[in-house]
C-alpha cells in the first residue's frame, strides 16, 4: 500500500472568485452582502447567499458548460496526459445534483414534473465521455457530506492501488427548492453565519464547485498537502442531525486518526464545519471538547463561501490549501462572544500556515459525518 496520496492538484469556482489567486486574495478583502429574492408561499423574502463570481447556472448546457471548464482548468494546470487521464477515476459529489435544470423544466408548464430530468448517472458519463476519463465513475449523495466521502473513497482507492488517480468533483448550484426547505426549516440567517459563537443565527447557503485531483504523484508547489485517511459515520439520534452530546462526532476523530495511524497531540489545525446553527454547533463543538484536552486552533470557512452543502468538502479544502501555500489560515468571520456551553473559540485573526496534521471535519444533515485527515508540509520533505 502507497502511504503517500497527494492533492495533486485543485480548482474552484466560489463566491470569492475561480482563481487560487482571486480566492486568496478576497480572503483579505471586505466582500459586500449579496442577497437571493425567493416567493415563499404568497411573500416574497430576501435571504443572504454566496453566490459565484461570473457564472450562473439555471439551463442544462450552463450546468455542462461550468463543469466542464472546471475540469479543463484542473487538466490544464496539473498537465494531466491522455494516458493518465484513461488511468483515472471521477467521483462526483452532490446534494442537489442537476436540480437547477429540473427547476427550469418545471417552470416551463403544469403538466411538467421535475424528478424525472434528475440522473446520477448521466452527469458522469457525460463528464467522463467529454475528457478520456477512463476509470470508475461514481456519485456519491449524503448531503452535506457528499464530495467529503468522495474524497475519503479517493484516498483510499489510490493508497491500495484500486486506481491510480482520481479526480474528485464537488458542486453545488442555487436553486429554490433547497432555499425554501432550509427557510421550513427556520435555519436561514438574517444576520449572517456566526459559527460557534453564542449569538449564532443560523446558515447562510452559497454555490460553488471544485475538481480536485489526488495521485501519488506531488503536486508541483513548493508546499504539499496529502491525505493520510480519515473515517465516516452516522449518527441515528435524530432524523435531520448529530446528537448534542457530541459523542459520535467524537467516534469520528478518533476512527479517522486511527485510519491515518495518528494521534490526538500530531494535529494542529481543525477545520470546522461550523455551520452556524445551534444543533450543529454544539454536536461539533461537545465532540471536540470530549475528543481534545486542549483543543487545537480552528478555522471556519462558511462565513466566507457560505454552506456549499454536498460540495463543501471538496470546496474547502481546495480553498483551504490556496491559502496555505500562501502562507496563512484565514480567521474565522463573524466570532464574537464564546457560547459557554461548549466553550470553542475559533481564530478571529489570521494565522500563520505551520507543517501539520489537519482535521476537515464534516458533520451534516441526517447525521452523516466524515473527517479527513491531511497533512500539509514542505515539498522538500514528502
Not at 95 to 117: K, V
Request: charge should be negative; glycine fraction near 10%.
Amino acid at each position: 500500500m502507497n502511504s503517500s496520496v497527494y492533492v495533486r492538484e485543485a480548482v474552484t469556482f466560489c463566491s470569492l472568485g475561480n482563481t487560487a489567486a482571486e480566492i486568496t486574495q478576497n480572503f483579505h478583502a471586505e466582500c459586500p452582502k449579496a442577497f437571493k429574492e425567493l416567493r415563499f408561499g404568497s411573500q416574497i423574502i430576501s435571504r443572504e447567499y454566496r453566490e459565484m463570481q461570473e457564472k450562473k447556472v439555471t439551463q442544462t448546457d450552463e450546468f455542462y458548460t461550468i463543469l466542464k471548464q472546471l475540469l479543463s482548468e484542473l487538466i490544464k494546470t496539473s498537465n494531466l496526459t491522455e494516458e493518465e487521464l484513461s488511468q483515472c477515476a471521477l467521483l462526483l459529489g452532490s446534494t442537489a445534483m442537476n436540480i437547477p435544470c429540473s427547476e427550469s423544466f418545471f417552470r416551463e408548464g403544469t403538466d411538467q414534473r421535475m424528478l424525472p430530468y434528475i440522473g446520477y448517472g448521466e452527469i458522469g458519463e457525460q463528464l467522463s465521455m467529454s475528457f478520456g476519463i477512463g476509470g470508475e465513475v461514481s456519485f456519491f449523495t449524503t448531503a452535506c457530506t457528499s464530495s467529503a466521502n468522495a474524497l475519503l473513497y479517493a484516498q483510499r482507492g489510490v493508497a491500495s492501488g484500486t486506481f491510480k488517480r482520481a479526480i474528485v468533483v464537488g458542486f453545488e448550484f442555487y436553486n429554490e427548492l433547497t432555499m425554501a426547505g432550509f427557510e421550513t426549516l427556520g435555519l436561514l440567517s438574517l444576520e449572517g453565519c456566526r459559527p460557534f459563537d453564542a449569538n449564532r443565527c443560523g446558515i447562510v447557503l452559497g454555490e460553488g464547485c471544485a475538481a480536485v485531483l489526488i495521485d501519488t504523484v506531488a503536486s508541483s508547489y513548493s508546499t504539499q498537502l496529502l491525505l493520510r485517511g480519515g473515517a465516516s459515520g452516522c449518527d441515528i439520534a435524530s432524523p435531520t442531525s448529530h446528537g448534542i452530546d457530541g459523542s459520535v462526532v467524537a467516534e469520528t476523530i478518533k476512527n479517522a486518526l486511527s485510519d491515518a495511524k495518528k494521534s490526538l497531540k500530531d494535529v494542529k489545525l481543525i477545520k470546522a464545519h461550523g455551520t452556524g446553527t445551534e444543533n450543529n454547533d454544539w454536536a461539533e463543538g461537545k465532540g471536540l471538547e470530549q475528543s481534545f484536552e486542549r483543543v487545537p486552533s480552528i478555522v471556519g470557512l462558511k462565513p466566507f463561501l457560505g454552506h456549499t452543502l454536498g460540495g463543501c468538502g471538496a470546496i474547502e479544502l481546495s480553498v483551504l490549501w490556496f491559502c496555505m501555500r500562501e502562507g496563512f489560515v484565514p480567521k474565522t468571520k463573524g466570532f464574537e462572544c464564546i457560547d459557554n456551553r461548549i466553550n470553542i473559540s475559533p481564530c478571529v485573526e489570521e494565522q500563520e500556515a505551520h507543517e501539520g496534521i489537519l482535521l476537515l471535519n464534516h458533520f451534516g444533515f441526517g447525521g452523516s459525518g466524515v473527517v479527513l485527515v491531511a497533512q500539509f508540509q514542505n515539498k522538500a520533505d514528502a
